[in-house]
């Protein structure tokens, strides 16, 4: 089984990608590996990005480690709870990488917001209303 480390949601092992929230699945038991609070080390950490909600925020982590860069977050267990129910977050979700992977982490982030639809790219709206 596969699980969705953003929401919660369950899958079945064949499919890659949540339908919910568009985050990267991983196997239960990876998750469970990693909730065993294996330490690494940043040896020297830079903000590579401020993202205002958890979708993107969660994207962006996992294009950086699809890429091998090490990151971090500051996002705490009650905040993600905020930004769950809310949509959204007040301060952000700062995340971390180490200096040496900074230029290629920011052009990483560039493309992630490059490709995130917008809904004012959406022209089809009308379209869709007039058919129905």
Same mark, same amino acid.
Request: glycine residues 6%; negative net charge.
């Given at each position: ?18 339908a919910d929230c ?9 998750? %469970?590996?990693? $909730?065993?609070? +294996?330490?690494?080390? #940043?040896?020297?950490? *830079? !903000?590579? %990005?401020?993202? $205002?909600?958890? +979708?993107t925020a969660e #994207?962006?982590?996992? *294009? !950086? ?68």
């Amino acid at each position: 089984m596969k699980i969705c480390h953003v929401c919660g949601g369950e899958y079945e092992d064949f499919v890659e990608m949540c339908a919910d929230c568009g985050a990267l699945l991983v196997d239960s038991d990876e998750l %469970a590996e990693q $909730e065993t609070g +294996i330490d690494i080390i #940043i040896e020297n950490p *830079v !903000l590579a %990005a401020n993202v $205002e909600d958890i +979708i993107t925020a969660e #994207i962006f982590c996992d *294009v !950086l480690k699809e890429n091998d860069i090490l990151y971090t977050t500051d996002h705490q267990d009650s905040e993600t709870v905020v930004k769950v129910l809310f949509g959204g977050s007040f301060a952000g979700t700062n995340i971390y990488v180490d200096e040496g992977n900074l230029e290629k982490a920011q052009e990483l982030y560039e493309q992630v917001l490059e490709s995130q639809p917008s809904f004012e790219d959406f022209d089809g709206f009308e379209e869709f209303e007039e058919e129905n």
